[in-house]
T-cell receptor, first 114, second 113 residues
Framework: KAGVTQTPRYLIKTRGQQVTLSCSPI?????VSWYQQTPGQGLQFLFE???????NKGNFPGRFSGRQFSNSRSEMNVSTLELGDSALYLC?????????????FGQGTRLTVV | AQSVTQLGSHVSVSEGALVLLRCNYS??????LFWYVQYPNQGLQLLLK??????LVKGINGFEAEFKKSETSFHLTKPSAHMSDAAEYFC???????????FGTGTRLTVIP
């Protein structure tokens, strides 16, 4: 079956703009989590959505937001972009909690803020 | 605080040699531990995970890890390195939300022919 699809793969934005990233999970998976990966901070959890509800949130400012649709596709939005938001954004989908099942990661969206 | 610590940001081994990547976890970490691999320009792929039961966990591609509570360690090993094993490896635990992973800083493995 198809894996986790993230679009776009690459994005260049200007400081102060906003951006929306998309994640289509594996069919049947209801949980989508987002992670930010940077050379300085490593991999950090942003938030998790399950059945259209945010179930958990990491320690990021309110400029980072997300949502999940009824078909489990998820989007994350970053407003008022800063240079430090340049990162690889990864989403992961799972059918249940990772303690019971496996989280599958997409290839990521590489965001560059100039 | 919950954390996992990976010792060594870079490890180099010869092809055919033993691979040993080290991970220690804080005692506050719930007993769910994972190893992921990331190839260049790719997402993360699960190698193996420890939940409960047998402390020696076998994963994909010939990797295994042993959960040692007395040493708070979960080191990843492979008896014989292949060129295709060159990648970055992350140890991870599960946060209090039970579906959010927290990761170590990663270990980049280089395999020398």
């Amino acid at each position: 079956k198809a894996g986790v699809t993230q679009t776009p793969r690459y994005l260049i934005k200007t400081r102060g703009q906003q951006v929306t990233l998309s994640c289509s999970p594996i069919s049947g998976h209801r949980s989508v989590s987002w992670y930010q990966q940077t050379p300085g901070q490593g991999l950090q959890f942003l938030f998790e959505y399950f059945s259209e509800t945010q179930r958990n949130k990491g320690n990021f400012p309110g400029r980072f937001s997300g949502r999940q649709f009824s078909n489990s596709r998820s989007e994350m939005n970053v407003s008022t972009l800063e240079l430090g938001d340049s990162a690889l954004y990864l989403c992961a989908s799972s059918s249940d909690r990772v303690t019971n099942t496996e989280a599958f990661f997409g290839q990521g969206t590489r965001l560059t803020v100039v | 605080a919950q954390s996992v610590t990976q010792l060594g940001s870079h490890v180099s081994v010869s092809e055919g040699a033993l691979v040993l990547l080290r991970c220690n976890y804080s005692s506050s970490v719930p007993p769910y531990l994972f190893w992921y691999v990331q190839y260049p320009n790719q997402g993360l792929q699960l190698l193996l995970k420890y939940t409960t039961g047998a402390t020696l966990v076998k994963g994909i591609n010939g990797f295994e890890a042993e959960f040692k509570k007395s040493e708070t360690s979960f080191h990843l090993t492979k008896p014989s390195a292949h060129m295709s094993d060159a990648a970055e490896y992350f140890c991870a635990g599960v946060g209090t939300g039970a579906n959010n992973l927290f990761f170590g800083t990663g270990t980049r493995l280089t395999v020398i022919p």
